[in-house]
């Protein structure tokens, strides 16, 4: 039986270092400016932008503690490695965002309910309008990088930066609409826009940070992954079982964090005497050639056994 570690050029922990750290710099800013415009605005809707950023700055930098304790050298007391601390912290920053959209959300009602709020409009859309071009580019360029790095933290964090443009452009298109009502003498309903806004945001922004906690719970309880590289790992295995004229093949495939658990375990025939150590490390070594296209780091065990038991 072989184990081992594999990694692969598509990760680059220093491109994650600095990608994490500019995140946590650019939160900085989001959460001072959109505090303080909030508090001079009374509008609750900028402050509740401010605070998401200041829990996006806090979770940035356990993001970036977390990368450095991951990449560090492998530690006796963690056997398979630290890619656990990943999928738990990428958990928690979703659960904290959760927390954020039920509270503002509640408050944002009482508020409807107790007649709404007044709002300096001039400053909040010239802020909305900045925060808007400004996440969106961000976020834009978070996902060129994603694309190209197998991180769930780096991914988490475009997903930030989208909530962060959908919430910006929300409050932007939601005060011009007060705006909007304020010229047409309709200003009795221009003090509800603030909370209206404030809980559809809530309510529309929790769906991402929900299905992200579900599959980081996922990953942490040890549910196979689905899609394309696990149709991918079932085809190889199945080619190469045919090629070599197994009688079976068992594989198990768990994905934590930017570890890909590989599992393969080939029944040989009772008859085939050709399965030696040396045609053992070639198929090994197949396999291995296979997968590294694929991106994340491979833990790869490959057995062999004439008895099905083993295997099952």
Avoid at 117 to 130: I, P, R, T
Avoid at 199 to 227: C, D, W
């Amino acid at each position: 039986m072989d184990q081992k570690l594999m990694q692969h050029r598509q990760l680059d922990p220093e491109l994650e270092r600095q990608l994490l750290s500019f995140s946590v710099l650019a939160s900085l800013f989001f959460t001072v400016s959109g505090i303080v415009v909030g508090l001079l605005t009374r509008s609750a809707v900028v402050l509740f932008d401010g605070l998401y950023s200041g829990i996006s700055l806090l979770l940035s930098y356990l993001s970036l503690m977390a990368l450095r304790s991951v990449n560090t050298e492998d530690n006796p007391s963690f056997p398979y490695g630290k890619s656990a601390i990943e999928p738990f912290l990428v958990g928690i920053k979703y659960l904290t965002l959760i927390v954020l959209c039920l509270v503002s959300a509640f408050s944002a009602a009482l508020e409807l309910v107790q007649g709404g709020s007044d709002v300096n409009l001039g400053v909040a859309l010239v802020y909305s309008v900045f925060s808007t071009l400004v996440c969106s580019g961000i976020y834009i360029y978070f996902k060129h990088a994603a694309n190209n790095l197998q991180s769930d933290l780096v991914k988490s964090e475009q997903h930030e930066w989208f909530l962060d443009t959908m919430l910006s452009g929300g409050i932007f298109i939601g005060f011009l609409i007060a705006l909007g009502l304020w010229w047409i003498d309709l200003k009795h309903w221009v003090p509800y826009i603030d909370p209206l806004l404030v809980l559809i945001a809530s309510m529309a922004f929790i769906a991402t940070p929900l299905r992200g906690l579900i599959q980081s719970a996922k990953e942490l309880i040890g549910f196979q992954p689905k899609g394309k590289m696990v149709k991918k790992l079932n085809l190889m295995v199945q080619q190469i079982k045919e090629d070599n004229n197994f009688e079976a093949a068992v594989v198990r495939i768990q994905k934590v964090g930017r570890t890909v658990f590989l599992e393969i375990d080939f029944v040989v025939r009772e008859d085939d005497y050709t399965v030696t150590l040396l045609r053992q490390d070639e198929i090994r070594e197949q396999i291995f050639e296979k997968i590294r296209p694929l991106g994340f780091r491979w833990w790869l065990t490959v057995a062999f056994t004439k008895d099905e038991k083993w295997a099952t």
